[in-house]
């Protein structure tokens, strides 16, 4: 038995069952990466072409790592929820589904892999 | 649902009829920049691991990230981030309300492609 009106089921959720969050969500992740991307790119740029020894001890530094370690975790999690908006867009049923955890499930190995490379250089 | 009447319902012009414009070209833009994205982000995940695993296996990814196609991918990367960088604060912009009428749009929309190639250069010039 429902306990609840269909109004107040509806109310604040939309076509998409969740309301807004998805959207606010991705809201504050790019915020978060407009600020983090800059000083990212510079410190990957300067990286990407040094010897290893180099490289390694870029990425052992607190704010480097930090900083990678961020970009990697908001950056996907944006990055899936944004992939997932395209698929809605462009894929039905079973197919937009399968998508979906797809590139759900991408972005957490991405995330998985690059922590692991970035902990074996900090540690 | 068993017995969906199928209405044949005159279909709304698509996309082949309308002339590209700056807002339509732009919008696609930051979806094509953004996802697009995802193989910068598995190379520098793949150059970061084999760095923190052996030489050999730094040498096979700095070898190819640094050649010339890794080049080209990276700087066409650099202008992605930079036109989504660009594309994505314009729409907080817009989610506050302000900028939506034409001409202002038309001008962010420019803005975009402006800024992310001159960002593009001065990134490539800087790293």
């Known amino acids: 038995m429902q306990y609840l009106t269909d109004r107040k089921r509806a109310v604040g959720k939309g076509a998409g ?12 992740s790019s915020i978060a990466l407009a600020i983090l991307i800059p000083a990212f790119l510079y410190i990957f ?11 390694l001890a870029t990425f052992a530094h607190p704010f480097p790592a930090i900083l990678t370690g ?11 929820q944004g992939a997932q908006i395209m ?12 998508l979906i955890i ?3 499930l991408f972005s957490y190995a991405v995330i998985a892999t690059g922590l692991f490379a970035l902990a074996r250089i900090v540690l | 649902m068993a017995d969906v009447k199928r209405v044949e319902r005159p279909l709304s012009p698509h996309l082949s009829v309308y002339r590209p414009q700056i807002t339509s070209v732009s919008s696609i833009f930051t979806r094509i920049t953004g ?5 910068g982000f598995v190379l520098g995940v793949w150059w970061l691991l084999a760095a923190s695993v052996s030489d050999d296996a730094f040498a096979t990814a700095s ?7 890794g080049d080209l991918v990276f700087t066409g990367l650099a202008w992605a ?17 302000r900028g939506l009428d034409v001409p202002t749009a038309q001008k962010l929309g420019w803005a975009c492609f402006i800024g992310a190639t001159v960002m593009t250069v001065l990134t490539v010039l800087v790293v």
Do not use: C, P
């Not at chain 1, 069952?17 to 504050?28: A, D, N, V």
């Not at chain 1, 740029?45 to 490289?55: E, K, M, N, P, Y």
């Open chain 1, 17 to 28: 069952g969740s309301g807004t969050e998805h959207h606010w969500s991705l809201k504050i």
């Open chain 2, 63 to 69: 070898a190819v990230l640094t050649s010339w196609f």
């Open chain 1, 70 to 80: 961020l970009v990697l975790v908001i950056g996907m999690r944006h990055f899936a």
């Open chain 1, 87 to 98: 698929i809605e867009d462009y894929a039905r049923g079973g197919t937009r589904k399968a």
């Open chain 1, 45 to 55: 740029g300067r990286a990407l072409g040094q010897d290893r020894a180099t490289v």
């Open chain 2, 35 to 39: 996802n697009g994205q995802v193989v």
């Open chain 1, 102 to 104: 797809g590139v759900t």
């Open chain 2, 81 to 97: 981030v930079w036109y989504h960088f660009f594309a994505g604060l314009r729409h907080v912009y817009y989610d506050s309300g």
